[in-house]
């Protein structure tokens, strides 16, 4: 964490982004009963003795609102591809012609619904933990500048003043996201 009261609140912004940025990722892969590439892209595969992405050995296209289709660069790769969307969390079965693997996105229950939307809210929670975390590694780096002689008393309480509001305004985008997410998960 960088200690220099002059771009405390930048360094903290970009932590905070950073966190954003993966919450935003991590809602791209919870399925909503669209295709999206985003769902299996980041699946690792078991490819020559490394594991590597799916996206890095396939092309990864939704040619229908319901249908994903995987296409190997490399044809020996399809049955490893297969098994690592068996073993992952997607819920999908592909299904395999030899070349390419097609995943029919079946229509969410309600009730699986109702589990993705309590997934999104921990993800959200976990978010909300870690914007906690950096207010509070802030909060230390300004009190640590305030004892250092680096700010004065009024100074100190305007950067925790600061930190809070930039805090909140974070914390007020995760909410933003997850109710985006909730309301495009419950939409049948």
């Not at 939704?62 to 296409?71: G, H, S, T």
Request: hydrophobic share 40%; no cysteine; aromatic share 4%.
């Amino acid at each position: 964490m960088q200690l220099d009261p002059d771009n405390l609140l930048d360094s903290l912004e970009e932590h905070m982004m950073k966190t954003e940025d993966a919450l935003k990722n991590s809602f791209a892969a919870i399925r909503t009963g669209k295709a999206s590439p985003a769902l299996v892209e980041g699946i690792t595969v078991e490819y020559y003795g490394t594991q590597t992405r799916l996206r890095d050995i396939a092309g990864i296209t939704a040619p229908e609102p319901r249908l994903l289709v995987i296409q190997p660069w490399d044809a020996s790769a399809v049955s490893a591809i297969e098994k690592a969307i068996l073993a992952s969390n997607v819920g999908i079965t592909p299904m395999s012609d030899g070349r390419t693997l097609k995943l029919p996105i079946p229509e969410l229950s309600q009730d699986r619904r109702a589990a993705l939307v309590k997934q999104a809210k921990s993800e959200v929670e976990d978010a909300k933990v870690a914007l906690r975390n950096i207010r509070r590694e802030g909060n230390d780096a300004a009190k640590k500048a305030q004892k250092d002689g680096l700010l004065t008393e009024d100074e100190h309480k305007k950067m925790l003043e600061d930190i809070q509001k930039l805090t909140d305004r974070y914390i007020a985008g995760l909410d933003k996201e997850f109710s985006a997410k909730e309301k495009e998960l419950m939409t049948v």
